[in-house]
């Protein structure tokens, strides 16, 4: 019986991540979703590490990625520090606030189960989007960047995030 009722919150927990990501919706008159019209390419102040299909060390990305993705999906995380782990994280501050101040939101996490890197500054993420420590999103895919020598949530990620709502904001 128990197994049966946490069925049932499951559309809801997905509606509450829905509903996350709508809170974004109030901030598009104040800042546009990308740099670059939606490229999300990250390679503003990359460094170049020597191999060409990957970073110079991708086991220390890999946990870099891992760590940044946790810790920009953990509500607890302050806010100064979730615009640093953003690609163009001072652009989307006013979003990012937005977002953190949702109730629905503050119940959002995100678990990173595999990551592909695509490139020396670039990789796939596969991740769960957790509410309430119930799987909202398996195996959502988003990508990371590597900017000023961090990895960061990517703009098309987060622009992905709001998009699920079904609104257009305006660079996503």
Not at 28 to 56: I, M, N, R, Y
Not at 126 to 146: E, H
Request: charged content about 20%; proline content about 6%; overall charge positive.
């Amino acid at each position: 019986m128990v197994l049966r009722s946490r069925r049932r919150l499951r559309p809801r927990r997905r509606a509450a991540v829905l509903a996350a990501a709508a809170t974004l919706l109030l901030a598009p008159a104040l800042v546009s979703c990308s740099d670059d019209g939606g490229s999300g390419s990250g390679q503003s102040g990359t460094t170049a590490p020597a191999s060409a299909s990957g970073p110079a060390d991708p086991v220390a990305a890999k946990a870099e990625i891992t760590r940044n993705w946790t810790a920009f999906f953990d509500p607890k995380t302050p806010l100064n520090e979730r615009i640093e782990l953003l690609e163009n994280g001072d652009k989307m501050a006013p979003v990012i606030g937005a977002f953190a101040a949702d109730k629905t939101a503050g119940l959002a996490s995100a678990k990173v189960t595999g990551v592909t890197f695509t490139s020396p500054s670039g990789a796939e993420v596969t991740y769960d989007l957790l509410v309430g420590g119930d799987t909202a999103l398996p195996d959502a895919k988003g990508t990371s960047v590597l900017q000023n020598d961090t990895w960061k949530v990517s703009v098309k990620t987060l622009c992905g995030l709001v998009q699920l709502s079904g609104a257009q904001v305006p660079g996503c």
